[in-house]
C-alpha cells in the first residue's frame, strides 16, 4: 500500500519508507481498502476484453502495414485498389497472385499484400467470435445494462472489469466516481469557484464513461438540452462533457448495483444504494 502523498514529500520515498507507511497505515485503519476480486463472470469478462484489445490492436497495424505498402506500389497494382474503403480493399488484395519469381519487387509486393490481407480477415473473425461471446456474457453478468442509451457491450465489459466480481467493495456512487476518475476535485479560490480535472481512477472506465456521453451528445434531446443551459452560464464544453460524465457515472453505478440478488457473481447483501431508504 503506497504511503500518503504528504508524507512521500516530507519524507522521500523508498522500499523501507513505503513499507513502514503500509504498516502504520493497517494498524490505524486509515487506509484500508478491499481490494477486487477476481473469481466469478466479470474476471471471464476481463480475459476475454484483454484478447479483443490486442486482436483490434494488430488488426490496426495490419491496415496501416498494408495501406503503407500501397503507397510505393507499382502503378498497375496501386491504381486497381486505391480508392476502395478499407473491407473492399482487404478483399482485392486477398485476391491477388504472384505470377513470377519472388526476386521481382511487384511480385513480392502481391505476396506480401495478400499475406497482409488475409490476416486482417483472421483479426476480423477473431473479434467477431469475442464479440459473441462477450454479448452473451454481459448479458448475464448485467442484464439490462447495454439497454440504457449509449452504454454497449464494450462500456458494460469496462465499468464490469473496473469494478470486479465484488461491488460492495464501493461505498457509494461517490466512491464509484473516483474509481472512474470523473469525481471533480474543487480547485476554488477566493470569489472563484471552479473544480479541476480528477487525473486519477481507471482510465480506461473514464474513457468509457465519456463514450457514453458523446453519443447522448448526439442522440438525446435531454443532454443537448443541459449543454445548452449550461454554456449560457458560461461554462465552457470542457467542463460541462466532465460534469455530464459525472452524471452518467451515477445512472449507471444505479443499475450496477441493481443487479438481481440471484447472481452468485454480485452479492448485495449489505450494499448502500443510493436515492433508496
Not at 140 to 168: K, R
Not at 247 to 255: D, G, M, S
Request: net charge positive; aromatic share 2%.
Amino acid at each position: 500500500m503506497p504511503c500518503a502523498r504528504r508524507a512521500r514529500r516530507a519524507q522521500g520515498k523508498s522500499d523501507p519508507i513505503d513499507a513502514y507507511a503500509a504498516a502504520r497505515a493497517a494498524l490505524s485503519g486509515t487506509r484500508a481498502v478491499v481490494p477486487k476480486s477476481g473469481d466469478g463472470i466479470v474476471e471471464a469478462i476481463r480475459a476475454l476484453r484483454v484478447a479483443r484489445r490486442g486482436a483490434v490492436k494488430a488488426r490496426t497495424q495490419t491496415t496501416n502495414q498494408l495501406k503503407s505498402l500501397l503507397v510505393t506500389a507499382p502503378p498497375e497494382v496501386r491504381e486497381r485498389v486505391q480508392d476502395l474503403k478499407t473491407p473492399v480493399l482487404v478483399q482485392a488484395c486477398a485476391r491477388l497472385r504472384s505470377n513470377g519469381p519472388l526476386s521481382d519487387p511487384a511480385q513480392a509486393l502481391k505476396v506480401a499484400l495478400r499475406r497482409l490481407a488475409r490476416r486482417y480477415q483472421h483479426l476480423t473473425g477473431e473479434i467477431k467470435d469475442a464479440d459473441t461471446e462477450l454479448h452473451d456474457l454481459v448479458a448475464t453478468a448485467a442484464p439490462g445494462m447495454t439497454d440504457l442509451l449509449g452504454v454497449g457491450v464494450e462500456v458494460t465489459g469496462q465499468l464490469l472489469s473496473t469494478v470486479g466480481d465484488n461491488p460492495t467493495r464501493m461505498r457509494s456512487e461517490a466512491a464509484f466516481a473516483h474509481l472512474c476518475g470523473v469525481a471533480p476535485i474543487p480547485a476554488s479560490s477566493g470569489k472563484t469557484r471552479r473544480h479541476r480535472l480528477n487525473r486519477g481512477g481507471d482510465r480506461a472506465a473514464n474513457n468509457a464513461l465519456y463514450t457514453v456521453v458523446l453519443t447522448r451528445l448526439r442522440l438525446d434531446d435531454r443532454t443537448r438540452r443541459y449543454v445548452a443551459r449550461r454554456t449560457n452560464e458560461g461554462l465552457s464544453r470542457r467542463e460541462i462533457t466532465r460534469c455530464l460524465q459525472r452524471y452518467v457515472a451515477r445512472e449507471l453505478y444505479q443499475a450496477l448495483v441493481s443487479l438481481p440478488p440471484s447472481s452468485s457473481s454480485w452479492p448485495l447483501h449489505g450494499l448502500q444504494r443510493v436515492g433508496q431508504p
